[in-house]
């Protein structure tokens, strides 16, 4: 792959309003389409002036959004306090009003010109059950008739959880057996959870987005590539082979000075992978 189909999470931005400014520097490394990380207070769906602002940010600098993750927290202090948003809770009012936030941002997205949702199945440290999978279908298939609807598509991510293990993903949605659902592969998730290029391969024909961030193997650091003991050039060779041509979404935390992160980031991406 001579030339990378680079993208961007808005993650980086995670504690902010995502702003003008913010948009400038994602231009400036060379980056014009985002995933944009629907939570408040970086992204607040909740107010129209919010979205008005965005689609004209976005028009005046020639950039996109291609994608919208889901909230899997209502505002970062009510995450911060261990409350999330989760279509398998227990609690029936509780994945009710998940499936409420959900569907707020999934309105949005024909507005920006996404096409794709990522998706979180359960909270942060759901264990796996059938039970608790019963519980996301219950209310997870409440979004397709929306999904329909607005002509968008679903791609559930791996994260590093027994109940989002890749193997479980894969078995929903081959049980969901709906165009409209897939897979998310989190490059850095599944070097938690086993190695990244076999993982590449067990999603092919229901790969809709990927995330890419670095690692040592033991805690999702969300590292530039590089820094970490991923093998790219064997995951960008993987992707390459079943045939994978989306956007490769650089979903990273910022560490130390920002002219230090965007530094790697620019390097990253000049990288002859």
Same mark, same amino acid.
């Not at 985002?34 to 408040?40: K, S, V």
């Not at 560490?255 to 390097?267: Q, R």
């Given at each position: 792959?001579?030339?990378?189909?680079?993208?961007?999470?808005?993650?980086?931005?995670?504690?902010?309003?995502?702003?003008?400014?913010?948009?400038?520097?994602?231009?400036?490394?060379?980056?014009?389409?985002?995933?944009?990380?629907?939570?408040?207070?970086?992204?607040?769906?909740?107010?129209? #002036?919010?979205?008005?602002?965005?689609?004209?940010?976005?028009?005046?600098?020639?950039?996109?959004?291609?994608?919208?993750?889901?909230?899997f927290?209502?505002?970062?202090?009510?995450?911060?306090?261990?409350?999330?948003?989760?279509?398998?809770?227990?609690?029936p009012? #509780?994945r009710?009003?998940?499936? #409420?936030?959900?569907?707020?941002?999934?309105?949005?997205?024909?507005?920006?010109?996404?096409?794709?949702?990522?998706?979180?199945?359960?909270?942060?440290?759901?264990?796996?059950?059938?039970?608790?999978?019963?519980?996301?279908?219950?209310?997870?298939?409440?979004?397709?008739?929306?999904?329909?609807?607005?002509?968008?598509?679903?791609?559930?991510?791996?994260?590093?959880?027994?109940?989002?293990?890749?193997?479980?993903?894969?078995?929903?949605?081959?049980?969901?057996?709906?165009?409209?659902?897939?897979?998310?592969?989190?490059?850095?998730?599944?070097?938690?959870?086993?190695?990244?290029?076999?993982?590449?391969?067990?999603c092919?024909?229901?790969?809709?987005?990927?995330?890419?961030?670095d690692?040592?193997? #033991?805690?999702?650091?969300?590292?530039?590539?590089?820094?970490?003991?991923?093998?790219?050039?064997?995951?960008?060779?993987?992707?390459?082979?079943?045939?994978?041509?989306?956007?490769?979404?650089?979903?990273?935390?910022?560490?130390?000075?920002?002219?230090?992160?965007?530094?790697?980031?620019?390097?990253?991406?000049?990288?002859k992978?």
């Amino acid at each position: 792959m001579e030339s990378l189909n680079w993208g961007l999470s808005t993650h980086l931005f995670v504690y902010q309003p995502l702003s003008a400014e913010a948009l400038d520097t994602i231009k400036d490394m060379g980056i014009q389409q985002i995933e944009l990380w629907g939570m408040r207070p970086h992204f607040d769906y909740m107010d129209a #002036q919010t979205v008005t602002r965005l689609k004209a940010d976005l028009a005046q600098r020639g950039m996109r959004v291609y994608a919208v993750h889901a909230p899997f927290y209502a505002h970062v202090e009510q995450l911060k306090q261990g409350r999330e948003i989760s279509l398998c809770a227990d609690n029936p009012a #509780q994945r009710e009003q998940s499936r #409420q936030h959900i569907g707020m941002v999934m309105e949005l997205l024909p507005q920006l010109g996404a096409k794709t949702l990522i998706l979180h199945v359960g909270g942060l440290h759901d264990e796996f059950s059938s039970p608790r999978i019963e519980l996301f279908k219950e209310s997870g298939l409440k979004l397709l008739p929306q999904l329909e609807r607005l002509d968008l598509k679903l791609a559930l991510e791996n994260i590093a959880t027994p109940l989002s293990a890749l193997s479980n993903l894969i078995a929903l949605v081959r049980e969901i057996n709906s165009p409209r659902v897939g897979l998310c592969l989190d490059i850095g998730h599944a070097n938690l959870q086993g190695r990244p290029g076999e993982a590449i391969e067990r999603c092919a024909g229901s790969l809709l987005a990927v995330h890419l961030s670095d690692n040592d193997g #033991q805690s999702d650091q969300h590292l530039v590539p590089g820094e970490g003991n991923i093998p790219w050039p064997e995951v960008i060779r993987r992707l390459d082979k079943i045939g994978f041509n989306g956007p490769l979404t650089l979903e990273l935390r910022q560490y130390g000075d920002w002219a230090v992160t965007k530094e790697k980031i620019v390097k990253c991406l000049k990288y002859k992978f």
